[in-house]
């Protein structure tokens, strides 16, 4: 590949983190058009420039390629941005005030829409109530997302306005929870919550547009260049809106799509030849087969520890999910499945290995997301199967660790997010945020896998299964990029590759392992293009 010998943009720093080292190094990267040019010793980085050329050195702040979030939910979170935030409450009277607050302050929402609360984070340890969001809410309806976002809390009027009743019959693999008189409670589980997100999630053309150009600017701010957009809920599938802001150059990263793997083979073929572009892209196919620890619907081996009448269930049964694996693995599409228990992950496995039987082994790069609890046993199988293990560190801090080990019990708990004896064994690890369950920003999801840190900030889950500061910073860039076939020109800094960069407002390397969550960015650079500087460097 050849260049014109002048750059237009010419980087430089103390520290730069290629990804192919493990250690930063003083270099310059020279940028033309779309492109990285060349990487090289600073002193040689004279021979690029002219009059025309923007030169940036950012002394001994750190610049990396730009963070590829291997698995968010993107019109979700772009909608979260502006909803209510009950992450910080500490029992159900403040998560109902931050309500009352948030809806006081925008009185011409129709739905009251709010994300993150936890009772496992409660001193009751209960869960909410219907009633308590009537009392400030009688006339509007509200859907509060769980942390997880496997169950909601809403409020009467919510259940009316969709005409949910004590009466109505639950989807498959969903639970429309009642209390001891057998009234609804306020409480919907897995697929029974489309039963109400369908009416808040009823958004003009406007609506989404606005929330996606915010989403836009927050995550350039962050760093992230590239993400991977999971199917969660039909209704806000947003595909055309994607390609549209790409047509008129209003795109500042690179979407990796991720439609439904349901049966319809022939829809999903179309999706893939119509967005097939640098800036967006169908590359997998995606689906639940389990739910989460917290709601008892993740499927376990074995059964819950406090709940020994329950193993979870998956969302089909594995028959149906054995032949939509093998008829999509022949029309080479990568798979990708949420598995959060133990036996989740053996079921995914498995369908990969039948269909590698069935079809012939191919470099399929089929994934596992979230991989929370394994058993030991499948470690192993990653590697030998080609199986990718996406995973979310951030997860591990958001989960009320007392609660969960209630749940599954000591033994399985020091299977939990066993990342390092993965990548030990051979597996390819790839980092994203689960995006909004958390926060869009890499760096918590950095330092927890690096530091371990569970929920209190003060005690170490599982030390063993720390990783480096380099490993961390390659299975959020690198490792993602292979993960959607385009290790060829994502996720390291090399000549010849897209030129999607960011710079940190500090070497990472060499600072204490707690000022990663402090760390802020100053220039992200998406295809050759600034698409966000901050203002005060």
């Not at 779309?34 to 009059?51: C, F, Q, T």
């Not at 030169?55 to 291997?70: R, S, W």
């Not at 400030?136 to 809390?153: C, K, M, N, T």
């Not at 900030?457 to 599982?462: L, P, S």
């Amino acid at each position: 590949m050849s260049f014109p010998r002048k750059a237009d943009v010419v980087l430089s720093s103390n520290a730069v983190f290629t990804g192919l080292n493990k250690e930063p190094a003083a270099l310059f990267i020279a940028i033309s058009d779309n492109k990285i040019a060349a990487v090289g010793s600073r002193e040689h980085l004279e021979e690029w420039i002219d009059e025309n050329t923007a030169v940036y050195d950012f002394e001994d702040q750190l610049i990396m390629p730009g963070f590829h979030d291997f698995h968010i939910h993107v019109m979700w979170g772009s909608l979260s941005l502006d909803s209510a935030q009950l992450h910080g409450a500490r029992s159900e009277a403040e998560a109902v005030e931050i309500v009352r607050e948030y809806a006081s302050s925008r009185p011409d929402e129709q739905w009251i829409i709010g994300y993150g609360w936890n009772a496992g984070l409660w001193e009751t340890q209960k869960l909410p109530h219907r009633t308590s969001l009537d009392r400030i809410l009688p006339d509007r309806p509200a859907i509060l997302f769980h942390s997880e976002g496997h169950y909601v809390w809403v409020n009467s009027k919510a259940l009316e306005v969709m005409n949910v009743t004590r009466d109505t019959v639950a989807p498959p693999f969903g639970i429309i929870s009642k209390d001891e008189d057998g009234e609804l409670d306020g409480i919907l589980y897995e697929t029974a919550i489309e039963l109400v997100s369908d009416g808040a999630y009823n958004l003009s053309k406007e609506k989404k547009e606005r929330s996606f150009k915010n989403f836009l600017s927050h995550a350039a701010s962050l760093g992230v260049t590239s993400i991977n957009d999971m199917y969660s809920i039909k209704k806000l599938e947003s595909f055309e809106l994607f390609q549209e802001f790409a047509e008129i150059g209003k795109l500042t990263m690179r979407m990796h799509l991720l439609p439904a793997l349901d049966g319809n083979i022939e829809r999903v073929k179309k999706l893939r030849e119509q967005y097939q572009s640098d800036m967006v892209r169908v590359v997998a196919l995606k689906q639940f087969i389990d739910g989460v620890v917290s709601g008892y619907t993740a499927f376990m081996l074995e059964p819950y520890s406090d709940r020994p009448d329950t193993c979870g269930e998956t969302t089909f049964p594995p028959e149906v999910i054995n032949e939509w694996v093998q008829e999509a693995d022949r029309e080479g599409f990568s798979i990708r499945f949420h598995c959060i228990g133990d036996g989740a992950i053996r079921l995914a496995l498995d369908a990969f290995e039948r269909a590698q039987a069935s079809n012939g082994k191919r470099d399929a790069r089929h994934s596992i997301e979230h991989v929370e609890i394994i058993h030991p046993d499948d470690i192993h199988r990653f590697e030998k199967l080609g199986v990718i293990a996406s995973m979310q560190p951030e997860h591990l801090h958001a989960t009320p660790r007392p609660a969960y080990e209630s749940n599954i019990g000591p033994e399985r708990s020091r299977n939990a997010w066993a990342v390092k004896r993965l990548k030990e064994a051979g597996a390819t690890i790839a980092f994203g945020s689960d995006f909004p369950i958390v926060g869009l920003n890499p760096m918590p999801g950095i330092y927890q896998a690096v530091s371990r840190i569970d929920h209190t900030d003060r005690a170490v889950w599982n030390p063993e299964e720390r990783l480096t500061l380099a490993e961390a910073l390659q299975l959020y860039t690198a490792t993602p990029a292979y993960g959607v076939f385009r290790e060829h020109e994502l996720g390291t800094l090399e000549a010849g590759k897209l030129a999607d960069i960011v710079v940190l407002d500090r070497n990472l390397f060499a600072v204490p392992t707690e000022e990663i969550l402090e760390s802020k960015v100053v220039l992200t650079i998406v295809d050759g293009k600034v698409v966000y500087r901050d203002s005060q460097d």
